[in-house]
């Protein structure tokens, strides 16, 4: 299956995972939608306009369920269509349970999963129109094993992952597939605040003894949207990771 001329939309795609998804899919030829609540950088554009590719950039938090609407007609109205949606935009309030706020909690919620429901819920509407369609949600091993300190974090990626089978159930009779993603420890810019200490904890744990990188999760969400009989699962990026949870 080509990519070439489908409309990407990628949220948080400003930097990291979601800028690295972004490259990849200007690299299949796709025509990209930017989304971050901050400006891109000229660069950025310039790197994906250098595959030979559209982008267009809109800006605004998809934790809004009127933006996200907003996002969806948009992209639809700029490209003409909306092949491909990858929720990448995400947050974390790290805190241990007994000390985190009830604001902690109820942003990192708001932004991973209500702002992943509100794309889809607008996103379904349009793919279903079309009969084709591929949802990708990025979730984190955190969901499926859960952390220390990271409650919000964990409940908000696990419920990305119950939100993305119940997804994939009402929609696959239209063509639409809906997957997700759960990286390890990849390495990013939220990774590089991690001590070394840290780090080698980190590796201990992954049974390939090594960091992630951004184009291994990259290359997942490209080959899912390729690939067109897969649905309802959760694809660990993690080194082998959970096998150890």
């Known amino acids: 299956m080509t990519l070439k001329n489908q409309t990407v939309?990628?949220?948080?795609?400003s930097r990291g995972i979601g800028k690295a998804v972004a490259v990849e899919?200007?690299?299949a030829g796709a025509n990209i939608i930017l989304n971050a609540r901050k400006p891109f950088s000229d660069e950025l554009i310039s790197e994906l306009e250098g595959y030979g590719v559209k982008t267009h950039t809109i800006l605004g938090d998809v934790s809004d369920f009127d933006f996200a609407k907003q996002l969806i007609e948009e992209s639809k109205e700029v490209f003409?269509?909306?092949d491909i949606l990858v929720n990448n935009a995400g947050i974390t309030n790290d805190m241990l349970l007994m000390r985190m706020s009830e604001e902690d909690f109820d942003q990192t919620?708001?932004?991973?999963?209500?702002g992943t429901f509100n794309t889809i819920r607008h996103a379904s509407k349009v793919m279903l129109k079309q009969k084709s369609g591929?949802?990708?949600?990025m979730a984190s091993v955190v969901g499926l094993v859960g952390n220390v300190g990271q409650a919000n974090y964990a409940a908000s990626k696990a419920g990305v992952v119950g939100?993305?089978?119940?997804?994939?159930?009402?929609?696959?009779?239209?063509?639409?597939?809906v997957n997700a993603i759960a990286p390890g420890f990849i390495?990013?810019?939220m990774t590089d605040v991690l001590s070394d200490k840290m780090k080698e904890q980190a590796v201990s744990q992954i049974p390939l003894?090594?960091?992630?990188?951004?184009?291994d999760v990259a290359r997942a969400a490209v080959f899912l949207s390729e690939n067109k009989y897969i649905t309802g699962q959760v694809i660990n990026v993690d080194g082998g990771m959970v096998m150890n949870g």
Not at 109 to 114: A, G, P, Q, R
Not at 134 to 137: A, D, G, K, L, R
């Open 80 to 82: 003409g269509s909306v």
């Open 9 to 13: 939309i990628v949220t948080g795609s």
């Open 109 to 114: 919620i708001s932004v991973n999963l209500k």
């Open 163 to 177: 939100l993305t089978k119940s997804a994939a159930r009402e929609l696959a009779a239209r063509g639409i597939t």
């Open 209 to 215: 003894k090594h960091l992630g990188n951004v184009e």
């Open 187 to 189: 390495d990013t810019e």
């Open 25 to 27: 899919f200007a690299k």
């Open 134 to 137: 591929t949802i990708i949600n």
